[in-house]
């Protein structure tokens, strides 16, 4: 089981962190994304962290802002936010699989918004 935490509502130009805790299995092996939906839209892909904290991959549209890292130790990833904008509104979604791109796990979601 995945559990996305970290969520709420900032002003724009903040920052949030959200954090992504399994439960019931070790995530040392396992690659996490973090795809997100906002309202009327399709879940997007956000950001994705191999195995080995090296290997990392982000969308164009928060490349530069947004900052995957993974702490195997306490079972969790994280997604640091900054420089938030409207257009980051959304449900944000912590996924787990064998590889990068590869997912079969998914949490439940935790919302974002960004609004003045």
């Known amino acids: 089981q995945l559990v996305e935490s970290g969520g709420g509502l900032v002003q724009p130009g903040g920052s949030l962190r959200l954090s992504c805790a399994a439960s019931g299995f070790t995530l040392d092996y396992f690659a996490i994304g973090w795809f997100r939906q906002a309202p009327g839209k399709e879940r997007e892909f956000v950001a994705a962290?191999?195995?080995?904290?090296?290997?990392?991959d982000y969308s164009n549209s928060v490349k530069g802002r947004f900052t995957i890292s993974r702490d195997n130790a306490k079972n969790t990833v994280f997604l640091q936010m900054n420089s938030l904008k409207p257009d980051d509104t959304a449900v944000y979604y912590c996924?787990?699989?064998?590889?990068?791109?590869?997912?079969?796990?998914w949490g439940q979601g935790t919302q974002v918004t960004v609004s003045s």
């Open positions: 996924t787990a699989g064998p590889s990068l791109h590869v997912w079969d796990t």
């Open positions: 962290i191999g195995w080995s904290s090296g290997n990392t």
